[in-house]
């Protein structure tokens, strides 16, 4: 390659689609959710004009103009023209939501932004210092595609990207050339590196719900003049979500189980300094049954007090549920006691160790 070429990889930006999944918001944190798809958006592309990128790919679903409406394009818009006044181009394949080549006319898009029909692959080129320095080959989504096998590349064309929406797990066609394969529709981050090109769908810029767990991102790309291809992918969310569990003993008292919280929370906020994390606990325990740990009043004090330890803040940990798990390990006591529980367990105890033993509910 004559020269080294760097450019922004993004999809699935939803800016039509708020978070959910939570059952209270906190007052403090509206504002975030509310605007939380925006500003991962918008951190793509300070992003872009920041490390001076040489164009944007936009894989698919960044909005669905009418559930998004006037905010949705009037934010594109902008941020289209902020990067046509540096000169970085933008080339935007259509998903299963978005049709950027049905853009309203009224709101014409800039002239920096490239679209791509479904019908097939379209190719456009982008230039450097007056050399064409990659060559985009874009489609938009189409549910009947089976393959990539209408993808053509012609000899000597600059380092080639195919650009698509693909949303299924099925392999992709490996066409002959293609260095780069940008891709969307998944809403978690996958790369695969093969010998002559990388795969790369980014993931969506911002989780919604606690099925889409962890950072949230887009890829940095980086070519140099030797050819070689490195992705980083770059955190752009503001609103996470983690799955934490923890494990501590039944008689550990209400300090210790707390200094065990605050070890593990102050690891989850030194990782996700910018962000607000919504954190689900899951905790195991080991040791006789304690039924104070079981108690919902326990559960509504320790929840409590993680949410003002971590999360006064719009930055920090929120804990949206804590759960305990089953113990199999009963005190002897109880078996022992001259009582109805205690009559209970026996029994109990007898089905469990010989399950062929009749059942006599009378």
């Not at 006064?312 to 759960?323: D, H, P, Q, R, Y």
């Amino acid at each position: 390659m004559a020269q080294a070429i760097k450019f922004l990889h993004a999809s699935d930006l939803h800016l039509d689609r708020a978070i959910s999944s939570l059952a209270e918001i906190p007052p403090h944190l509206k504002s975030t959710l509310v605007n939380a798809a925006y500003i991962a958006a918008e951190n793509i592309f300070n992003l872009a004009v920041a490390e001076k990128v040489d164009f944007v790919l936009l894989a698919g679903d960044v909005v669905d103009l009418e559930a998004g409406g006037p905010r949705a394009a009037a934010f594109l818009l902008a941020q289209f023209e902020r990067l046509a006044q540096r000169d970085i181009r933008v080339y935007w394949c259509s998903g299963q939501v978005d049709q950027p080549d049905r853009w309203p006319a009224a709101v014409a898009l800039p002239s920096n932004v490239v679209t791509f029909s479904s019908t097939g692959f379209e190719e456009s080129v982008c230039s450097k210092n007056g050399q064409t320095i990659a060559t985009i080959l874009g489609t938009g989504y189409y549910s009947s595609r089976s393959t990539f096998s209408d993808l053509r590349i012609e000899s000597g064309a600059a380092f080639p990207i195919a650009l698509a929406y693909e949303p299924s797990d099925k392999p992709i066609f490996e066409a002959a050339g293609v260095r780069y394969w940008a891709l969307g529709g998944k809403h978690n981050r996958s790369l695969v590196e093969r010998n002559s090109c990388v795969v790369v769908a980014p993931g969506t810029s911002q989780a919604r719900s606690a099925d889409e767990i962890g950072q949230h991102s887009c890829a940095l790309v980086k070519v140099d003049v030797t050819g070689k291809i490195r992705v980083e992918h770059m955190s752009v969310d503001v609103v996470r979500w983690a799955a934490q569990n923890l494990a501590f003993a039944e008689s550990a008292s209400d300090e210790e189980i707390k200094n065990i919280f605050a070890d593990r929370g102050l690891k989850l906020a030194t990782e996700s300094t910018e962000q607000i994390v919504f954190v689900d606990w899951q905790i195991a325990t080991t040791g006789d049954f304690n039924p104070r740990l079981r108690s919902s009043e326990w559960r509504r004090r320790m929840v409590a007090w993680l949410r003002t330890e971590f999360g006064s803040s719009t930055k920090g940990l929120w804990t949206t549920t804590l759960e305990m798990d089953s113990t199999r390990t009963l005190p002897q006591t109880w078996y022992d006691e001259d009582t109805m529980m205690g009559d209970y367990l026996r029994t109990m105890g007898r089905f469990q160790a010989d399950p062929q033993m009749a059942l006599q509910l009378q």
